[in-house]
């Protein structure tokens, strides 16, 4: 087994509040899914604020830090046998009814 | 609530369950009293504790652990808030107490600390009105509450509903635990009768738990239910319009619920499936021919005799083999009726019963040895446990004392 991340880019969800929640309870599914299998390691929903430190001046700017298609929405860390594997799992994640992403990317061991 | 918080903080964090819920109600004193009570108390209390529970999760899910069987889901922010939510929905709270009542009914807890648990965690009982309704001391109570919920704290897991191995003996002692608990509100020792009937009415809520469930809804649970029931409905012929104590034979039937009746007879018929006898089936049909008979002198002693055979191969104890005796009494006479008692085998051990002497005070006094009867009579009074036993017994015998007694 190898450490895998998922990055959330994207998926705005557009709708009423019970829409939203029905989206919200697809997730937990999915990741209660990802638990109940033992693949779940970590993992926290995102703000959609924040603030951006750049450069050696190290001025700080408010965010958004790109386009809102872009916006990193949350992350999970999992553990699957390889990229392929790790890829095929995500394919359940909610984000991708709404139009949005989900990048996934080997741990680096150093 | 105690039960749905243990359930997520994990069965060794009860205490910190029982903090949250404290801290609960006394937010709602507090509010309420500026703002007045909202229209769905109990919804705001739900609502507080399982936000006070979020935060707890979230404050200390590094520094400890919680329930083993949520594990990551209460982790992430992913799933924290859904995973909660959902065990405080109505059907789950169900299954919690359920739970959390097999989890008290531990093997290793004595029967009367695990009545204490119950009565402590899932009825909210406070120490002082479980010291009430045991006649123990209010001191007494808290320490056997606060052992055995050390010994619970340590057992690690709530109880597994769907654990089949150790299901029907772990029943069993629930059955036990909520008849102990029937019998203590009914029988009981204690003066105070308004908890006497909370104690009822809580055993026949968890009864209807049991049978609300798959698992539990055996045809003995049934039966106990069904045995409650029959009895609850003559509890409030039990005591008199000056508040005196009424014995079955005197009582005016009338005053029986009907619809408490109607509902044991149903439960009972539902029982009867299955090859297993248990000692509720026993019991309740023997609550039932007393039920059946609209005046005392119509009850089926024959049958009643015959039940109490019965039930003796099963439990066989001396309180059983006396209240068989009485029924022969009732049945062939008073003479016949002592006879049975003398033949007693263990009769040694109802010495500190007051009932034991009082039944050989009504059968003296039914074949008109008043002396012989008084005596008995004297004998059971110094052994009354209750202010209502007390009374009961004084005006037995009085009884004596009268040219032409009543019986």
């Known amino acids: 087994m190898s450490e895998f991340m998922y990055l959330f880019r994207g998926g705005q969800v557009q709708g009423s509040p019970e829409q939203m929640q029905q989206h919200m309870q697809k997730w937990g599914v999915w990741i209660k899914e990802l638990t109940e299998k033992g693949f779940f390691k970590a993992g926290q929903p995102l703000d959609r604020t924040g603030k951006l430190v750049k450069g050696s001046p190290k001025t700080v700017t408010d965010g958004p830090f790109a386009e809102s298609k872009d916006l990193i929405g949350g992350f999970l860390l999992i553990d699957a046998k390889d990229i392929l594997h790790a890829v095929e799992l995500s394919a359940g994640c909610p984000i991708l009814e709404t139009g949005g992403a989900v990048e996934v990317r080997p741990v680096l061991k150093m | ?407």
């Open chain 2, 1 to 407: 609530m105690v039960a749905a918080l243990t359930r997520v903080f994990g069965i060794h964090n009860l205490a910190l369950a029982e903090d949250v819920v404290q801290d609960a109600l006394c937010r709602a004193l507090e509010v309420w009293k500026f703002q007045g009570a909202p229209d769905n108390p109990s919804a705001w209390l739900m609502a507080t504790a399982k936000n006070r529970a979020l935060d707890v999760l979230r404050r200390e899910r590094t520094a400890r652990t919680f329930a083993p069987e949520l594990g990551r889901l209460l982790e992430t922010e992913w799933t924290l808030r859904p995973a909660v939510e959902e065990m405080f929905e109505a059907r789950t709270i169900k299954d919690d107490q359920l739970r959390m009542m097999f989890s008290c009914c531990l093997p290793r807890l004595p029967e009367e600390a695990q009545v204490a648990l119950i009565l402590h965690i899932l009825c909210a009982f406070s120490a002082g009105e479980i010291a009430g309704a045991f006649l123990s001391t209010q001191a007494a109570i808290e320490k056997r509450i606060s052992r055995a919920k050390k010994v619970l704290a340590g057992s690690k897991k709530l109880f597994d509903l769907s654990d089949t191995r150790d299901f029907p003996a772990r029943l069993k002692a629930v059955h036990r635990a909520l008849y102990l608990l029937f019998n203590e509100g009914y029988h009981g020792a204690s003066s105070e009768s308004a908890v006497r009937a909370e104690l009822c009415e809580e055993a026949m809520r968890l009864g209807a738990l049991l049978r609300d469930h798959p698992a539990s809804s055996t045809p003995a649970t049934h039966a106990l239910c069904a045995l409650m029931c029959l009895h609850a409905a003559r509890l409030s012929a039990r005591v008199d319009a000056s508040g005196n104590l009424s014995s079955l034979l005197d009582q005016d039937r009338s005053r029986w619920d009907g619809a408490l009746l109607c509902e044991g007879r149903r439960l009972l018929d539902l029982s009867a499936t299955g090859s297993e006898l248990s000692e509720y089936h026993v019991e309740a049909a023997i609550a039932a021919v007393h039920a059946d008979a609209p005046r005392v002198e119509d009850t089926n002693w024959a049958a009643i005799v015959a039940l109490y055979d019965t039930l003796l191969t099963i439990r066989p104890s001396p309180v059983v083999a006396l209240n068989r005796a009485i029924a022969v009494g009732q049945n062939e006479g008073p003479e016949r009726g002592l006879d049975e008692i003398e033949a007693i085998r263990d009769r040694d051990r109802l010495a500190g019963y007051p009932f034991y002497f009082a039944a050989l005070g009504e059968l003296e006094l039914r074949r008109a040895r008043r002396a012989v009867a008084r005596e008995h009579f004297r004998a059971a009074l110094a052994l009354a446990r209750s202010p209502m036993e007390r009374r009961f017994l004084e005006q037995r015998v009085g009884a004596c004392d009268e040219p032409r007694a009543s019986t």
